[in-house]
């Protein structure tokens, strides 16, 4: 089951609409259910509390209202001096291209700065 701090991509018709951090996970009073606290990512932020199954939380479609609706898990990504890599599944991370440069942020020579 996802855990407290996840964050999750919530699908809308099977279509990606929102992300959203799981806030609380708490049993409801129906057996088998939870009610599970989700902040939504927007602006301004909007915390929603949706009633769900295990087997929704973890990624199963279900649906609200008629409409289809799924959470998908946002893997994190954590950054490595020699490039990016997949905190679940150490090395198959992505690797910075070989033989880059980096270009640094300079004010422009010969120009001087006009008073405002």
Known sequence: MRHIGDV???YYEEQPA?????EAIEPDVKKGWYQV???ILTLPVQPVTWILREEYID???????GKAVRLEEVRRVAFQQDGYTDEKEP???RKDQE???VIP???P???KPVPG
Do not use: C, D, H
Request: hydrophobic share 45%.
């Open 91 to 93: 090395g198959r991370g």
């Open 99 to 101: 033989g880059g440069r």
């Open 18 to 22: 929102v992300f959203a951090r799981i």
């Open 59 to 65: 990624g199963t479609p279900f649906t609200m209202g």
């Open 37 to 39: 606290l989700l902040l």
């Open 109 to 111: 020579q010969g120009k």
């Open 105 to 107: 942020f300079r004010k």
């Open 8 to 10: 999750v991509l919530i």
